[in-house]
């Protein structure tokens, strides 16, 4: 089992930027495969970001690309989604994700592991 705690959503202004965490306490994830998504009200969970193992390679949406940028610090089994230029759009509730699996992985049903997820809210 992995534990993920998700931290570092809340109001921010459109254009303005947030940096969410996500942190695998007690577990080196150096292994697994991470992401983010994201679901708003009344939507299904969407695909945002995912990163491979040891960092080198990252996909994203097109929604986000050239806005958002995800890193990880294995080391401090942390993963970061640095998010830019906000949207209102892009508010939702925001998951961080886990699987050992490799490869690009960008749907739900990829992931083994969930956080409990944060709330990003971009006001206009």
């Known amino acids: 089992q992995v534990q993920l705690v998700e931290s570092g959503g809340g109001l921010v202004q459109a254009g303005g930027s947030l940096r969410l965490s996500c942190r695998a306490p007690?577990?080196?994830?150096?292994?697994?495969?991470m992401g983010w998504f994201r679901q708003a009200p009344g939507k299904e969970r969407e695909f945002v970001a995912t990163i491979s193992w040891g960092g080198g390679s990252t996909y994203y949406a097109d929604s986000v690309k050239g806005r958002f940028t995800i890193s990880r610090d294995n080391a401090r089994n942390t993963v970061y989604l640095q998010m830019n230029s906000l949207k209102p759009e892009d508010t939702a509730v925001y998951y961080c994700?886990?699987?050992?699996?490799?490869?690009?992985?960008?749907?739900?049903?990829?992931?083994?592991?969930w956080g409990q997820g944060t709330q990003v809210t971009v006001s206009s």
């Open positions: 994700a886990a699987d050992p699996s490799l490869g690009v992985l960008t749907t739900p049903g990829d992931y083994d592991y």
């Open positions: 007690g577990r080196t994830f150096g292994s697994y495969t």
